[in-house]
Structures are given as C-alpha cells and as structure tokens.
C-alpha cells in the first residue's frame, strides 16, 4: 500500500512540481517586477488550458476579474494579493519538490522519509486547508452571485451564456480536481502514519516498500 502510495503521489505532485520549476525559469527576476494577479496565475491557467482545452485568453482575465471583484469586498488591493500569491506559490512549489524528493527516494530506499513526511505535512497544512476553502467557497459564491462571476448575464446574447457557461465549466473542473488532490495527500499521510514509523526509525534500506 505505501508503494502505491508513494507513486500516486510522485504523479499528483510530480506535475505541480514540474510547473513550478518551469515558472521559475521562465520569470526569472519577477519578484523584483511589478507584480499583478495575471502575471502569478498565467502559467497555471494556461496550463490548466491546454489539458482541459479551454481557452486561456479567456478564461484568465475572467479569473482575474473574479478574484478583483473579491479582493474589492474584503477591501485588498490588487498588488497585495499578488505578491502574497507569488511567495504563496513559491512555498508551495518548494513542497512539491521535497514531496517528490521524499517519495523517489523512499522508493529507491534509499531514505527520504523525513523530507517526505515534513513536506507532505506541510503541504496539508499550510497549503490544503487554505485551497479546499478557497475552491469550495468560489463555485458556491458563483452559484449564489452568478453576477459577480458571468457577464453579459440576462442579455439576449448567445455568447454572454455560452462564454459564462464556459468559464464555470472551467471553475467546477479545478475546483473538483482541487479536492481529488487533496484527498490524495489525505491518503498518503494515513498509510505513511500506519506504515512508517515515525522518527528516528526507517534508516536506509529498512524501509519496506511494498
């Protein structure tokens, strides 16, 4: 079970940790740049775009100008949400390298329980507890405010349904899709607690990966 375990999550980790080092090498210096919530959630989009095959021209400023309307609400500039987002992101990327580096090495018993066990842990959180809220609290205030979300709502045109039907397609997708992910790393911490002891134990090659 903990080898299953391990794998599943090198997949579910492995792909954000992917994109974390690609943003990394692609916008390199933009910490020191001026920072806007497009700019921090353009390669994640994007990406999100290209499995799901929405269309990201669209789909981002539409999510910008969600997010803008909510920050506008509990009285938070733009500028501020991005950088906390930037540093946010940043974290969470290092965590998905040292839950990739932890699991491949448990793998290859060749260690890594501790850099997987305190990454994993991290990662639930610090980083789980915060998007379960914040994916689960978007599409019921879209549902709830549809306004606040779709444009052009209640006029006869058919591209205001079809481009708002689009954008929450888009939105329910990532937000179940959220919560599988968290459900995973849920998983993963219940069989690492009952199959690894906790420290000082699982010394190089006396894990049992099976």
Not at 28 to 55: K, N
Not at 64 to 79: F, N, P
Not at 124 to 147: E, H, K, N, Q, S
Not at 156 to 176: D, M, S
Request: glycine share 10%; hydrophobic share 50%; with cysteine.
């Amino acid at each position: 079970m903990l080898g299953l375990s391990l794998w599943t999550q090198l997949f579910n980790h492995g792909a954000f940790a992917a994109l974390f080092l690609w943003r990394a090498l692609t916008q390199v210096g933009a910490a020191s740049e001026e920072l806007s919530l497009e700019r921090s959630m353009i390669a994640e989009v994007g990406t999100a775009c290209y499995f799901l095959g929405c269309d990201p021209e669209y789909i981002l400023p539409n999510t910008v100008k969600v997010m803008g309307r909510v920050l506008d609400k509990a009285g938070t500039s733009e500028a501020s949400a991005a950088s906390f987002m930037y540093f946010y992101m940043s974290l969470e990327g290092v965590l998905h390298l040292g839950i990739c580096a932890g699991a491949a090495l448990m793998l290859l018993r060749q260690g890594g329980v501790q850099t997987y066990r305190l990454s994993l842990l991290a990662e639930l959180i610090i980083m789980d507890v915060f998007y379960c809220v914040i994916f689960t609290a978007v599409p019921y205030g879209c549902i709830r405010y549809p306004g606040e979300c779709i444009d052009n709502l209640g006029t006869p045109e058919i591209g205001g349904f079809v481009e708002g039907a689009h954008f929450a397609c888009f939105i329910v997708t990532v937000a179940w899709l959220q919560h599988v992910s968290v459900l995973l790393d849920v998983v993963a911490w219940y069989v690492l607690r009952a199959e690894v002891p906790a420290a000082p134990a699982a010394r190089k090659g006396d894990l049992k990966v099976h």
